[in-house]
């Protein structure tokens, strides 16, 4: 039984994972060289995105109910969040380009399970936000290498078919063996029984392949930030304007268009992005300072979404019905 808890420890204490394994990495790398890690970094990756495909509804891309709020997350993910990632990139991260990239890959990847996971807990559209969950996912990854290589293109090399390759081998790989893995659990076990014995070991998994991804990012970088810390603090900087800023435009959104279940959809569907699949894309594409720039943002994304509920409950930051005020406005 011990065992087994200490598997589920860290999907089942995030808050505190992030904190202690990337201490601990920066502690390791100071003494030691993990640089044979990088060596493992595709396959963790694939490992751990692996777990979080199975159960993938592939259909949900098709279902063309609740447009209105895809449409406007979309625009907000592949439009205002993107240019928002580029000014602060060439606002503070032009010292170290492989930063930059890091910042605009976490930026082209909106949505993962988290977003359907706080939006259940923030009482919101579940059905939608599983529905922009599997559509930015697909959407994310096929426009990711191109809008790449606009934003980042002139300040560090990139190379197209490679970013194609390894968005293959990190998503669509992961994605197929998921896909079929799941028709197969379904041959052998119902759905309750799916829910009930398997599902709660898949995000435990992940985790573990996350430790390992933050492990060999902090370790491998934590001689560079000794030497650089305004390295570390600028970054810290880029993630807290980077998510306060998402955070405003998805609350003013939802506050002027939407109702309060689909606000709350909205604003976990555009302000979580999908750092599992960053970090794993950026370590693959262009090296541990990449993903060590996406495994900063775990230190803010859990946090601020818990704390964003319980704002949203105290303070009814989101009416029952915000379009209905805006046709109110419109009125007077």
């Known amino acids: 039984m011990k065992k087994i808890n200490l598997f589920f420890l860290p999907s089942r204490n995030i808050t505190l994972t992030i904190p202690l394994v990337l201490t ?16 493992y970094l595709l396959t963790a990756t694939v490992l751990m995105i692996y777990p979080t495909m199975i159960g993938f509804k592939i259909k949900e891309i098709v279902d063309l109910s609740h447009t209105r709020l895809l449409l406007a997350a979309s625009v907000i993910n592949f439009v205002l969040v993107p ?44 059905p939608a936000a599983v529905k922009l969950t599997v559509l930015s996912l697909v959407a994310g990854s096929l426009l990711a290498p191109w809008y790449l290589l606009v934003m980042v293109g002139g300040y560090i090399h990139i190379d197209l078919l490679a970013v194609l390759k390894n968005i293959s081998i990190v998503v669509f ?3 197929f063996l998921g896909v079929f893995t799941y028709h197969l659990l379904l041959k ?38 000794v030497s650089q810390p305004g390295l570390l603090l600028s970054s810290l900087l880029v993630w807290v304007v980077f998510y306060f800023v998402n955070y405003f435009i998805s609350i003013k959104a939802g506050r002027l268009f939407f109702n309060r279940k ?34 900063l943002a775990f230190l803010f994304q859990g946090q601020s979404a818990a704390w964003f509920i319980r704002l949203n409950d105290k303070y009814k ?16």
């Open 83 to 126: 240019a928002l990632a580029y000014i602060l990139g060439v606002l503070f991260l032009l010292g170290d380009p492989q930063l930059f990239a890091g910042l605009a890959i976490a930026s082209l990847l909106p949505t993962s399970n988290m977003t359907i996971a706080f939006t259940h807990f923030g009482k919101g559209n579940v």
């Open 188 to 225: 052998k076990y119902s759905q309750e029984q799916f829910e009930k014995s398997v599902k709660p070991w898949l995000p435990a998994v992940t985790a573990w392949g996350m430790v390992y991804m933050l492990f060999t990012g902090i370790s491998t970088n934590a001689r560079l930030i």
């Open 24 to 39: 601990v990495g920066f502690i390791a790398g100071l003494f030691w060289d993990t640089g044979v890690l990088k060596n």
């Open 262 to 295: 689909d606000s709350v959809t909205l604003v976990f569907g555009t302000v979580l992005r999908n750092l599992a699949i960053s970090i794993g894309l950026a370590a693959a594409s262009f090296g541990v300072t990449a993903a060590f720039m996406v495994s």
């Open 173 to 175: 790989l992961p994605l």
């Open 317 to 332: 930051i989101f009416p029952e019905t915000g379009r209905h005020m805006l046709k109110t406005r419109q009125a007077k």
